[in-house]
């Protein structure tokens, strides 16, 4: 009988998958829902910075921190860029290591990663304590701190993911062959970091 | 022979059912969970809708005040739409969809049970305001700066409640596109796919790319409301105008993720009763994308009262979302154009969906239109479109997906002369509630309101208004006695009782966990009909199946 005939049954459930899926050589699925996912938080960061320009674009007078407050720190956040921006590389490192099977340096990349991420957090956590302006003050401080702390949230979250790795990977987990939660947190990691140059951008260089 | 043998009891075990049901991640259950999720907050608005047209059925206030009458429109309109129709259509989808597809499951099983599990959630933060000083009441559309500066808990409660639902979608819109584009069965190609695969891929598109910015702008207006933002505002700086910018740019691709699968609910239906395949099937696919396009140019054209907004363009976006409708429209009547039509009562509901939703359709191109759309804003014009449009459209499709499907899901057909008597009470008391709303509107009658003057000249359409309503009421109560006697002691479906087109026929009913024991050759968008008639390339004999389902009693027994 030819191959359009198939069954499935519980016990055979990933062969049952493997046959529907026969013939698609695309991504993995568990990736496609990660491309999917952040096709969505795309969007969400698209409505925080449509408040944003809105607010720019409808504030009368000078657009910035309030009166008497610190102008921002752009020096701080010029660096935070840069560490976050290297933690993209070392991501890639790291993925590209899974993929050789080589699972003692992507053990060293992603802890390497999480400590950049995790640092970048903290240099946030700094620059809100030195700002003297709140959410509350006015139009920039609620688009400024609704922008860069969605964004923070977004990096704490991918730094969970990235701790989720490091302990799998340390019960050797992973291999060559199979390491779809690795490619999935990475594109999550490089998304995260694409959206705080978009934000470094708009904040601090589109004055 | 590449198959194996089945050993169904190889690795069932027993356990209650309610734990069964609470950790469920079959796509069937939690499809079935969606729709009685889906019917009790039916239930719940629609008692809300009863209290509204009680209140208006006669000037002067009866027994509604004006803070409560306010708490019953919002409610109503929030749960009807986020927490029935559009989750019974996902229930559907989910039931139906990985069936279509000859698929074992959805792509991501345990995240499906999320998004279901974060509804009922949802739905009741929504709801609790009640209990705590009084539920949201600034209408669904939630406009600022009223949201921001509403008294109480009931608001927030409603921000959150919205959010989570708004999350529930788009995970469940991330897992069917996965299982769409992944978890295809051999042979189903996407121009195979039923129609109302199609209208559930688009909409999950739209799912995906639209509420999240609703998620942004309830966050914003939660900052607002409880850490002193100022997006929203404009006594401290904000605009107002942003928050329905943000609203509607989620809010017009909803009305489409409303619609579109009832759509395709009635595009399975009316070839099936009308014994033809579906006209047009590639047409159908492309209007139906763009109608998906095309949603994201229009959410302008319920802002054209506020003055900042690019008239000519969005009125004509919107107009131009007429072509692709109209195309369907005329799908769907060469489909039933010299059919053998059959008015089984899924029938009944699809034929009044075409009717209903062709005058919900008209009166959306008239509003799209500025100069009507200024003398009719927020009147009851509106009201009367959008019921056409959400009851007369959509719900009329819940109803004949509900109709047409009952005997997959459980294994036994709905009662034909309940169903019928159903759809009759229905049919005449929507036309009765909504279709003088029309008049109120041109009348100038504006929404929103819990009282009006005597003198005014609306009592009696207000009272006919009120009759309808209660006939829809009460023709709930033969759809109720009918899906509990039929489950109780109904007639043996069989595993095809319409002799339909697509592979949910060809297992048994209800389908085992695992779906299938095996498929059909899918050479075309209607495979089981080409395998029971024996016409086209089919290579097996059409009573290949049958011998195997009766072969197999537990399945027979629908025990699965």
């Given at each position: 009988m030819t191959t359009r005939q198939m069954q499935a049954h519980p016990a055979g459930e990933h062969e049952a998958a493997a046959a529907?899926?026969?013939?698609?050589?695309?991504?993995?699925?568990a990736l496609l829902g990660m491309l999917l996912f952040i096709a969505s938080e795309v969007m969400f960061f698209g409505g925080l910075f449509a408040t944003y320009f809105n607010a720019r674009a409808t504030t009368p007078g000078a657009w910035g921190p309030p009166e008497g407050a610190h102008e921002l720190d752009i020096a701080l956040a010029g660096a935070l860029t840069a560490i976050l921006i290297a933690s993209s590389f070392t991501m890639q490192f790291g993925v590209w290591a899974v993929r050789r099977g080589d699972t003692g340096k992507l053990k060293m990349w992603t802890g390497i990663t999480l400590a950049l991420g995790v640092l970048f957090l903290m240099g946030q956590i700094y620059d809100y304590s030195q700002l003297g302006f709140g959410i509350a003050d006015g139009v920039f401080g609620t688009t400024f701190y609704t922008l860069t702390g969605f964004h923070g949230a977004h990096v704490f979250g991918g730094a969970v993911g990235l701790t989720i790795i490091l302990a799998r990977?340390?019960?050797?987990?992973?291999?060559?062959?199979?390491?779809?939660?690795v490619e999935a947190v990475s594109m999550y990691w490089h998304f995260v970091d694409v959206v705080w140059v978009a934000v470094f951008s708009t904040i601090y260089l589109l004055r | 022979?590449?198959?194996?043998?089945?050993?169904?009891?190889?690795?069932?075990?027993?356990?209650?059912?309610v734990l069964e049901w609470l950790t469920t991640v079959d796509h069937k259950k939690i499809g079935i969970l969606y729709i009685v999720n889906s019917f009790l907050f039916f239930f719940a608005a629609g008692i809300l809708a009863l209290l509204i047209r009680s209140e208006l059925a006669i000037p002067g206030i009866q027994f509604l005040d004006q803070a409560t009458y306010n708490q019953a429109f919002t409610m109503h309109g929030t749960i009807m739409l986020f927490l029935f129709i559009i989750p019974a259509l996902s229930g559907f989808g989910?039931?139906?969809v990985p069936l279509q597809l000859g698929a074992p499951d959805m792509a991501f099983p345990r995240i499906n049970a999320l998004s279901f599990w974060l509804l009922p959630l949802g739905g009741l933060l929504i709801f609790s305001g009640y209990l705590f000083g009084g539920a949201a009441a600034e209408g669904w559309t939630g406009y600022a700066p009223l949201t921001n500066r509403a008294e109480g808990v009931g608001t927030d409660l409603w921000i959150v409640g919205l959010t989570l639902v708004g999350t529930a979608s788009i995970l469940g819109a991330v897992n069917f596109i996965a299982t769409i584009f992944k978890m295809r069965a051999p042979g189903m190609t996407l121009f195979r796919m039923p129609i109302f695969v199609w209208t559930v891929l688009v909409t999950a598109v739209l799912i995906l790319l639209a509420t999240p910015v609703l998620t942004a702008g309830l966050i914003a207006l939660f900052i607002d409301r409880n850490y002193g933002g100022s997006f929203f505002d404009p006594s401290v700086g904000g605009n107002p105008v942003l928050w329905q910018h943000i609203f509607w740019f989620f809010g017009h691709p909803e009305v489409y993720i409303v619609i579109l699968p009832a759509m395709g609910v009635v595009s399975e239906i009316l070839p099936v009763f009308s014994r033809k395949p579906l006209f047009g099937y590639r047409a159908f696919v492309f209007a139906t994308i763009a109608i998906?396009?095309?949603?994201?140019?229009?959410?302008?054209?319920?802002?054209?009262?506020?003055?900042?907004?690019?008239?000519?363009f969005f009125s004509f976006m919107t107009a131009l979302i007429a072509i692709p409708t109209g195309i369907k429209m005329f799908n769907w009547l060469a489909t039933l154009w010299r059919g053998k039509l059959i008015l089984a009562t899924p029938m009944l509901f699809a034929l009044g969906f075409l009717s209903m939703f062709l005058i919900g359709g008209i009166s959306g191109v008239m509003l799209a239109s500025p100069p009507i759309d200024f003398h009719v804003q927020d009147t009851y014009f509106v009201v009367a479109h959008l019921h056409y449009v959400f009851f007369g459209g959509s719900v009329f499709g819940v109803f004949a997906a509900m109709y047409y499907w009952f005997p997959k899901m459980t294994g036994r057909k709905l009662n034909e002369p309940l169903g019928k008597i159903h759809f009759w009470i229905h049919f005449i008391g929507f036309n009765l509630a909504f279709f003088p709303m029309h008049q109120l509107g041109l009348d100038g009658m504006p929404r929103r309101i819990s009282d009006y003057s005597a003198d005014a000249g609306w009592t009696l359409l207000n009272m006919v208004s009120t009759v309808g309503a209660f006939m829809i009421a009460v023709s709930i109560i033969p759809f109720l006695i009918n899906v509990v006697a039929t489950f109780i002691n109904g007639e043996p479906a069989g595993d095809d009782p319409w002799e339909g087109n697509t592979l949910e026929w060809?297992?048994?009913?209800?389908?085992?966990?695992?779906?299938?024991?095996?498929?059909?050759?899918?050479?075309?968008?209607?495979?089981l009909f080409y395998l029971t008639h024996g016409h086209g390339h089919s290579a097996e004999r059409p009573d290949d199946l049958e011998r195997d389902a009766e072969d197999d009693p537990e399945r027979r027994d629908g025990l699965a």
């Open positions: 529907i899926q026969h013939g698609d050589s695309g991504m993995p699925t990977a340390v019960r050797g987990q992973f291999s060559a062959r199979n390491h779809v939660a | 022979m590449a198959t194996t043998t089945l050993e169904p009891r190889a690795s069932t075990y027993r356990r209650s059912w989910n039931y139906i998906g396009l095309l949603s994201f140019s229009v959410w302008a054209h319920h802002m054209f009262t506020t003055g900042s907004v690019l008239l000519p060809a297992t048994s009913s209800p389908p085992p966990a695992y779906n299938f024991d095996r498929l059909p050759p899918i050479h075309s968008e209607r495979p």
